[in-house]
């Protein structure tokens, strides 16, 4: 058991060293384009970035989880074309709805609700690109051969991830993006809609393999 906690603090450590290196720049397309079009506060900036880490955390821990439980890596049975499409699929989705959003009638209960599924998608289906540091988590479930051992590095992982990401976009682009939009008052239907613009476009580079996040 010492052990193993040994390991879910050196898998936590992991996460956190590249959620705060290349993990946090492949959220600026995605996620941060998402944040700085919508008319919302800080606090809905935070629960919005918590939502789509939250898809990313849900990820990891089924590919660890399952790994641990076949007792083998699921990294070479993933098909990184597959999970491309899957990621542009929720991409594209998150634009529709982000457009949406953008009109002069407002957000509706009915689109928030459509626009938070679209942000933990959009997260869960980046977590389903294994990068090196997560292919290496992975392995390491496998080899405990336990579905259990396997869900708790994969949540040591997530969590680690996670923290740079939501302190910067949650807590830093809820407190910065509120003075932004106080200086684009009025514009708030122009943003949201080159936001989306911007999400589709970065959606149909990922599908066609143009652009690797």
Excluded: D
């Amino acid at each position: 058991m010492e052990i193993f906690l040994s390991s879910m603090l050196a898998t936590f450590i992991i996460g956190l060293s590249y959620g705060a290196s290349a993990c946090l720049f492949t959220c600026i397309p995605t996620l941060g384009v998402v944040l700085l079009s919508q008319n919302i506060g800080a606090k809905e900036t935070s629960l919005q970035t918590w939502r789509f880490n939250a898809g990313r955390i849900c990820a990891y821990s089924l590919l660890t989880s399952v790994s641990g439980f076949v007792g083998a890596s699921l990294v070479g049975l993933l098909e990184i074309g597959h999970a491309n499409l899957i990621f542009a699929a929720m991409l594209l989705f998150s634009a529709v709805l982000l457009w949406r959003t953008g009109k002069a009638a407002g957000c509706s209960s009915t689109q928030s609700r459509q626009t938070r599924a679209g942000l933990f998608g959009m997260g869960f289906a980046m977590g389903l690109r294994p990068c090196a540091p997560l292919a290496g988590v992975i392995a390491a479930s496998a080899v405990t051969g336990s579905a259990i051992y396997g869900l708790l590095l994969g949540l040591a992982y997530g969590s680690g991830a996670i923290v740079v990401p939501q302190l910067i976009f949650g807590y830093g682009m809820g407190r910065a993006g509120s003075e932004i939009r106080l200086q684009l008052m009025g514009r708030q239907q122009q943003l949201a809609r080159i936001g989306a613009s911007v999400l589709g476009f970065v959606g149909v580079g990922v599908g066609m393999g143009w652009v690797s996040l």
